[in-house]
């Protein structure tokens, strides 16, 4: 099931607010669900990002997924 808004937000606002300490599994977990959030992606997409499946142009970032 998918969670509301409300529910979405709570929860950025939760792994967020870790993120500001910056230890680097808060800033890890903050980083992933952005991820989710501003692409879109299946966890299965997430998890099999390399370093070759993302690359940087004029400041913006793109992803290249596969999915087996």
């Known amino acids: 099931n998918a969670l509301t808004r409300e529910e979405l937000f709570a ?3 939760v792994v967020e607010n870790y993120a500001k300490s ?6 890890r977990d ?7 959030i501003v692409t879109g992606k299946r966890r299965e ?5 390399t370093g070759k499946s993302i690359q ?5 970032f793109f ?6």
């Open 30 to 36: 903050f980083a992933i669900l952005q991820l989710f």
């Open 22 to 27: 910056k230890k680097p599994l808060h800033l």
């Open 11 to 13: 929860l950025l606002n």
């Open 56 to 60: 940087i142009k004029g400041g913006r």
């Open 45 to 49: 997409e997430i998890i099999s990002l």
């Open 63 to 68: 992803i290249r997924t596969k999915v087996k």
